[in-house]
């Protein structure tokens, strides 16, 4: 009866996990389509991983198979996908270099940061905030509307490409500035000062410090009784 289902013990089993692996395997085929200049199966390939980075989070939270396996393992693949294909576009020279520069350097910044703070503080707290998300789509929607470009001169495509690529450089600088916020709040909060304790001498103690040659009557010095707790002032009293 105490037993647990197998797929909390094992959480590459359940069905959001298997997802965002999938996901990080399709990464190869569409890199590999890039480069041959299938553009048409790259864009395709690359419409599958978007449906599957939506499709594990909603079945994380219908199923309820939220994981701290799965917590890490999403946002790292989309970040291996992404990164992949700009620099992918980037060599086919269908990425403008600028955007490349501001999407790679924000995120080793703050992989940067994250590690520092993981090593100095041990913290492994990093939610993803409104903007980093925000980010996450204008890339999304920049590498789709390249690939879309490269099969279609239609204007709107040509439009929606503009768009998504300044959208993506705002929301980059955005998105990194606002994380250097958080993480510049956090550091400098002073941490709970301890309050003192009173510590009292044991009795081992107490006898230990008796003076030779003189003899402590009744109970141990400043032991349910009121008066000194020094022991020189019980030993005058015995005298």
């Known amino acids: 009866m105490g037993e647990e289902p197998n797929h909390r013990l094992n959480p590459l089993r359940s069905a959001p996990n298997l ?25 395709v390939l690359f419409l599958a991983a978007g449906l599957t980075d939506a499709l594990d989070g909603t079945l994380a939270r219908m199923l309820k198979q939220r994981s701290m396996f799965g917590q890490y393992l999403d946002p790292v693949a989309d970040k291996l996908l992404l990164s992949t ?29 994250a590690a520092i703070l993981y090593a100095a503080a041990g913290r492994r707290e990093f939610h993803p905030s409104l903007w980093g998300k925000a980010n996450t789509l204008a890339q999304i929607a920049a590498v789709a509307a390249v690939l879309l470009a490269r099969l279609t001169a239609a204007y709107w495509v040509t439009a929606f490409r503009a768009v998504a690529l300044d959208a993506t450089m705002a929301l980059t600088v955005i998105s990194g500035l606002h994380y250097a916020w958080v993480v510049s709040r956090r550091s400098a909060t002073p941490a709970a000062i301890a309050k003192p304790q009173l510590v009292y001498p044991k009795a081992t103690q107490l006898k230990s410090a ?16 009121t008066g000194s707790g020094d022991p020189e002032y019980k030993s005058d009293r015995a005298q």
Do not use: N, Q, S, W
């Open 19 to 43: 997802l965002t692996l999938l996901r990080i395997c399709l990464a190869p085929f569409l890199v590999a389509a890039i480069l041959d200049e299938h553009y048409a199966l790259g864009f």
């Open 85 to 113: 294909l700009f620099l992918v576009l980037l060599h086919k020279g269908l990425m403008p270099v600028t955007v490349t520069v501001l999407v790679f350097g924000r995120d080793v910044g703050i992989l940067l940061v």
């Open 210 to 225: 008796r003076p030779p040659g003189t003899r402590a009557t009744g109970p141990v010095a400043g032991v349910g009784r």
